[in-house]
């Protein structure tokens, strides 16, 4: 909260209305488009150089390319990262202060090789942003402008094209302040994880669709997600993973069996046979899927299991991570998705693409499992559970804004809108310990 405090009085916000509307490009619902992100999803830009943060050798517009930036191996989430998301929310703060960035016409058009209307603007923005030298100030939109506009982009989880699309300009017209309240949202969770770091961890950023395979500072392996939707969001969490399974049957939740099994079965009597499922008892005995109560009025006194396959929703790898929201990642049967802009598709669970090569790395201290022994296992078709040889901690986080240890701050949109949420819980319990400390019986009652 003191750091809040700090960059709310910087902005001069405490006398400010509603919390701003987020017409980011990644905006999410049903009047807005669904974002473009960028491949791999975890590219890493540089820091805008506002006032208060220096430059960083070797992170300057000039040094890195937005392709070297696509690559980057600097972890989302580590140690330090409470810190660097402060730092960067104070830069922004002074930012903010002197007047912000200037806001690019929505209708504005831009051609590389034609000076158009628009083209200083927006090299002013580009500037602001860090994204574009100090030294471009001026002329038509040329290969320099591209790569600026396709830092801007792999910074904001949008194709990196370089050029000026509908989502890219608005974007980029996404306030300062907005800006500031991303960064706020995302210190207050990383104050409140309590997270086991170790010398291997994997983390799931949900708004960003991305998971890292981080061993000793250094992503080495980032993967496309799909995670929950926004009716069923993923939920945030820490946990161990405990075991890779090959070849997995997927116990259907009871709320997918009772919604949607439970609906194909009244119009498809031959739905569960054709999806390879099965109905269990409370002791693991088949029972006759037509001795069932399909009609969705009751909660399942049965259980649904598909067994495993090609077919399997589950595809040929899970995941196991035990938790209170029995949430897990593994395959999918429906590799396509993974190609798709908008990857919030699931019901809460996160597909892993390539997750074989994940589960590789997981199990990498047990010589046996290798890359092409876990594919002989799955090839072969048998169940099999492989206990890791040391749990190894993950966490799934919602993180819309964070800083890298390269001084490279990056932005997604609020998929869940947990942001603003967050933010006024905050202010709301500060306000009650506020008033609590300032009643008159407080000090009796504290005595």
């Known amino acids: 909260m003191l750091m809040r405090h700090a960059v709310l009085v910087a902005v001069g916000l405490f006398a400010s209305g509603p919390a701003l509307a987020d017409t980011e490009s990644q905006t999410t619902g049903q009047a807005n488009p669904k974002p473009a992100t960028a491949a791999p999803a975890g590219a890493s830009p540089p820091h805008p150089p506002v006032p208060t943060a220096a430059t960083t050798p070797g992170s300057t517009p000039e040094s890195r ?18 810190q660097r998301i402060r730092d960067a929310a104070l830069s922004y703060a002074d930012l903010a202060v002197r007047g912000g960035w200037p806001t690019i016409p929505s209708d504005a058009k831009f051609t590389q090789g034609t000076l158009g209307p628009s083209d200083e603007l927006l090299r ?8 574009l030298a100090h030294d471009k100030p001026s002329g038509a939109f040329d290969q320099d402008l591209a790569e600026a506009v396709k830092r801007f982009q792999v910074r904001h989880g949008l194709a990196a094209t370089g050029t000026m699309t509908p989502r890219t300009i608005a974007a980029m017209n996404v306030s300062v302040q907005k800006r500031i309240r991303q960064l706020e949202a995302s210190l207050e969770r990383l104050q409140h994880m309590n997270f086991a ?12 669709t991305f998971a890292e395979a981080i061993e000793n500072d250094v992503v080495v392996r980032r993967y496309r997600v799909i995670v929950g939707k ?20 997927w116990t259907v939740p009871a709320s997918i069996a009772k919604a949607e099994i439970s609906a194909h079965m009244r119009k498809d009597p031959g739905y569960l046979q054709r999806m390879h499922m099965e109905v269990l008892d409370s002791h693991d005995k088949p029972i006759d899927p037509h ?11 049965f259980t649904v299991r598909q067994q495993n396959g090609t077919w399997n929703a589950l595809g040929a790898v899970k995941i196991d991570m035990p938790n209170s929201y029995s949430v897990y990642m593994h395959d999918t049967n429906m590799r396509n998705l993974f190609s798709n ?13 390539n997750v074989r090569d994940l589960a590789a790395w997981l199990l990498k201290d047990q010589p046996q499992w ?52 967050l933010l006024e819980a905050t202010a709301e319990e500060a306000a009650f310990f506020s008033n609590a400390a300032n009643h008159p019986l407080s000090a009796h009652m504290v005595q």
Not at 124 to 131: F, Q, V
Not at 197 to 208: K, L, S
Not at 230 to 249: C, Q, W
Not at 397 to 404: E, R, S, V
């Open 370 to 421: 290798s890359r092409a022994a876990i594919d002989a296992a799955i090839a072969g078709g048998q169940h099999q559970e492989v206990r890791v040889s040391k749990k190894i901690p993950v966490a799934w986080i919602y993180l819309t804004a964070w800083m890298t240890k390269d001084q490279t701050v990056q932005f997604r949109n609020d998929v869940y809108n947990q942001d603003e949420q």
């Open 197 to 208: 770091f170790g010398p291997r961890y994997v983390v799931v950023n949900i708004p960003a």
């Open 124 to 131: 002013k923005r580009l500037i602001m942003s860090g994204d």
């Open 230 to 249: 926004t009716e069923k969001p993923s939920p945030t969490l820490t946990a161990d993973i405990t075991s890779v399974v090959l070849n997995p049957t």
């Open 65 to 82: 390319s937005a392709a070297a930036l696509a690559l980057s191996h600097e972890p989302t989430f580590d140690e330090g990262s409470a």
């Open 341 to 353: 802009d908008y990857r919030f598709d699931s019901h809460g669970c996160s597909r892993v693409d």
């Open 291 to 301: 001795s069932v109560d399909w009609s969705g009025t009751h909660t399942p006194n």
